[in-house]
């Protein structure tokens, strides 16, 4: 089953065209990020996801259902970490959790709960107001996970987190996800998208101009890798005709190779190994996230106005 799957889905503020006939899959299982810059619709798209915004054209089903017309028997599939979550100041920690529990008519146990997210007893005993911004984060994603739900919505999950937090969110997302959750995870720090996420779809004004795995994009923006070797001598092995390397050059007493494929890499040492080429020292550098990112929300994007047609969502998606 796919777990979300909106078809043309559209959302207009006045002029402002906020989602512009968004055609989205995301399969049940997987992590997915969801990326976009500023103003790209990310939040509107999952507000609709939630119901909590009606669209204006075009339908959305979240598990198989109806995002309409199942609003009240989702909510109870569904756990939600919404970007800038309304805390209750007086309300300790431990009550908030209490509280979800109960409306969710879950049995989850509030202490496993705060640990998995890393409050401790005395933490959940403070009255949230007192609470630091990445403290009110852990709460959030503890109350998101509340009931065991079958697809968790994290809109900017690490907003405040410190990086003991992010890892700590990290690794819950892989163990939600191990345990059959599908993850929508809408973020700006690309390399928490890239550490945690199996695919990524990149929205920009409304519209989806990618979905791929974060290597697939790579490779679709013509964003490679480069291998530096530094061996004791010419290794007279033909370097250029290895699988998926593009070029190679003699830099600064290093080999420079050029890869479109990350994976060549590893070919190019193990044919070195194999030809009893002593290396001495190796670096390598994969275009990052961002680097993708910025080819596709930029300038048109990749390919301009061909880019929608470059990555055929139907495709990818069976
Ligand atoms: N209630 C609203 N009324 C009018 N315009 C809105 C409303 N909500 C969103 N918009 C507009 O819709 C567009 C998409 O906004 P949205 O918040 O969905 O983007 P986003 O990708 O989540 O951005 P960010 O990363 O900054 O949170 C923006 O131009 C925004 O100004």
Redesign the pocket.
Known sequence: MTAIRTTDLTKR?GD?V?VDGLDLRVREGEVFGFL?P???????TIDMLLDYVRPTDGTATVLGMDVREDSEALRERVGVLP?GIGLYDRLTGRRHLEFAIEWTDAADDPDAILDRVGLDDRDAARSVGDYSKGMQQRLALGMALVGDPDLLVLDEPSSGLDPHGIRRMRDLVREEAERGTTVFFSS?ILGQVEAVCDRVGILADGALVAVDTVEGLRKTVGAGSELRLRVTEDPGVDIAAIDGVELVRSADGFLRVACSDPRAKARVVTRLTTAGVEILDVDSDDASLEDVFTAYTTNGGVGNTESEASVPVEEVVP
């Open positions: 503020f402002v906020a976009g500023n103003g790209a619709g990310k939040s509107t970007d700006h």
